[in-house]
């Protein structure tokens, strides 16, 4: 079975419909498929269509941008959530809501710097603004030659200290986990491997999560490393979290990862399907 439990569409950040994702990630030989956009679930019903047309399941997903420590961006995978739960719609459109501010003061922010326009530029690659993230700016800066490529734009603008960084107010790491078990999903630790975290804080974070209801954390994910593979899966184990796959594909071109392109899960760890 060839199972990606993390991808984005144009609903979030993602190049594609979620039609069309369905179907590449169909012709790539995928047998289930975890649509997670970010903070938002509007691409789920399009993207089940597809599924049913193209016979590959489809598990409602979503990845929501939190904070813990007062100071860290942590992504959380949810898996299997409801479309219609009140308390993660609540939390997902506050989310939204303070994305789309935020996306203005980042645009102030690069017109100070001397490059105008930078608002309507990233809406282009974004259906409206409450789905502006970073990711759309960098389109806009690479494609206006402020940069090599997206992912260079980022040694240059976008983050601490640079041009068009802008701290957004997220979710609580433990909202968002208790938000996706209100709506009867899993929470997943998206991508640990992406945190820069030192071996110590690196555990704490694994031991609070689980702690907060956390049950897996991505072992294999397109932004790991074949030594984060391994790494992962030892503290998997050593913490009783289930593990996940996901490529975390945004697009072709533009992701290091194709679609249901990671290896095998290492032995010895219990995969976050096991129970479905
Ligand atoms: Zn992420
Ligand atoms: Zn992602």
């Known amino acids: 079975m060839n199972i990606d439990l993390h991808c984005h ?29 970010h903070d938002d679930l509007s691409g789920l019903e399009e ?47 506050r989310i939204r809501h303070s994305r789309a501010a935020r996306a203005e003061r980042m645009a102030d922010s690069l017109a100070k710097a001397g490059i105008p326009g930078a608002l309507e530029g990233a809406l282009t690659y974004a259906g409206n603004a409450s789905l502006l993230s970073r990711t759309h700016f960098a389109r806009f800066l690479s494609d206006n030659g402020y940069a090599r490529d997206t992912r260079s734009v980022f040694n240059h603008f976008l983050v601490p200290g ?67 593979f391994r790494e992962f899966a030892m503290l998997a184990k050593e913490f009783g979290l289930t593990a996940s796959r996901g490529s975390d594909f945004h697009g072709p071109g533009e992701s290091r990862t194709e679609l249901g392109a990671l290896p095998l899960m290492p032995p010895g760890v219990t995969p976050v399907w096991q129970s479905w």
């Open 162 to 228: 640079k041009p068009g960084y802008v701290e957004h107010q997220w979710a609580l790491l433990e909202d968002a986990v208790k938000w996706i078990r209100s709506s009867g999903g899993t929470a997943v630790l998206a991508h640990p491997g992406r945190y820069g975290l030192p071996r110590a804080t690196m555990r704490e974070l694994l031991g609070e999560f689980r702690d907060m209801g956390g049950e897996a954390v991505e072992v294999l994910s397109g932004s790991h490393s074949p030594e984060q």
């Open 47 to 93: 993207a089940a269509r597809a599924a049913d047309e193209h016979g590959i399941r489809l598990i409602n997903g979503v990845e929501i941008s939190s904070v813990w420590r007062d100071e860290l961006s942590v992504h959380v995978v949810g898996l299997g959530v409801s479309t219609d739960d009140v308390e993660l719609c609540g939390g997902l459109e």
């Open 9 to 37: 569409s144009r609903a979030s950040d993602g190049l594609l419909s979620p039609a069309a994702l369905v179907g590449l990630a169909a012709a790539r030989g995928v047998d289930v498929l975890a649509l997670t956009d």
